[in-house]
């Protein structure tokens, strides 16, 4: 495998970054995780968008002009031999003494590309059956619509999920509306078959899948709502799935051990993950 590190291609097992690299001390980078299915990146011109928006709410420069990561990103996926699976590009602060505040002006930020293949099939499997999820109290910082490499609440919150035999935990706020999953978005249908999510203006990471969800949606004619839900409205849901570059569209069928409906993946689910390749942005892998 082949990763690319501040302007070299390296083998990935001798792949570093200095131990003062700000996102090593202090988490201060961002990150974004792109699909490839089929031999196409999905969605890069998305990522690319929200990655500018990360890097300038935090005023963390370009580490290179965006063109030229779109190229690194196909580049490192086409070296992979990635057909299907993630590219994942992180960019930091850089190296400098450590101390809070921001490093001087000249320090350059650190970016950092690798790309891995996902196994196809057994993710196919994982989508015909469905998932489980848990429900757990959002413990993180107001600032989560920053795609931030500071993960440790979506960790501890991944690794209860995992310890329940769970594949996501819903993060959940004061007044029990479901926010997001620890690495996906949440969507339920209702029993009058309309989609809902939770509106991304704050409090959730705007995600691409679900962005590109909403337009694969709006395609097939249904009927969508941006607004919160609460734990018990999914519960009682028809159908309840996630999304994310990692999951795509996940049926969802158990919260907190309960199934949701008959505990099989829904129709409306089923329909916007066949679709959902059709209406992403698809750029090959060559
Ligand atoms: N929410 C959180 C907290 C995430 O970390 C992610 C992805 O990693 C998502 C939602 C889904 O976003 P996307 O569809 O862009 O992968």
Not at 41 to 55: A, G, K, N, P, V
Not at 57 to 69: D, K, N, S
Not at 120 to 147: M, N, S, Y
């Amino acid at each position: 495998r082949i990763a690319y590190v501040n302007g070299r291609y390296v083998p990935h097992q001798s792949a570093r970054v200095h131990v003062e690299d700000r996102g090593y001390q202090f988490s201060d980078g961002v990150y974004e995780v792109c699909e490839v299915s089929d031999g196409y990146i999905l969605d890069r011109t998305r990522h690319l968008e929200r990655l500018d928006r990360s890097l300038s709410e935090l005023a963390i420069g370009w580490p290179v002009e965006r063109e030229a990561l779109g190229r690194i990103m196909i580049e490192v996926a086409a070296r992979n031999r990635v057909r299907d699976g993630l590219v994942y590009v992180q960019v930091t602060r850089g190296v400098a003494r450590r101390d809070h505040p921001f490093p001087s002006a000249d320090t350059r930020p650190a970016l950092v590309v690798t790309a891995r293949s996902t196994d196809r099939a057994a993710f196919a499997a994982k989508a015909e059956e469905g998932v489980g999820v848990i429900t757990v109290p959002d413990t993180r910082w107001d600032r989560v619509d920053i795609k931030t490499i500071g993960l440790l609440p979506n960790v501890l919150a991944r690794q209860q999920a995992r310890d329940a035999g769970a594949a996501e935990a819903w993060l959940v706020d004061e007044d029990g509306i479901v926010l997001e999953g620890a690495a996906t978005n949440a969507w339920i249908v209702t029993g009058e078959g309309e989609l809902v999510t939770r509106p991304a203006v704050s409090g959730i990471l705007r995600g691409i899948t679900r962005a590109t969800a909403i337009d694969t949606a709006a395609a097939l004619g249904l009927t969508m709502v941006e607004r919160g839900f609460t734990v018990g409205e999914a519960k009682a849901a028809r159908e309840a799935f996630m999304t994310s570059a990692t999951s795509q569209v996940m049926p969802v069928v158990r919260i907190d051990g309960a199934p949701v409906a008959n505990g099989y993946p829904g129709e409306i689910t089923r329909q916007l993950r066949g679709a959902f390749f059709a209406h992403a942005e698809k750029i090959a892998v060559r």
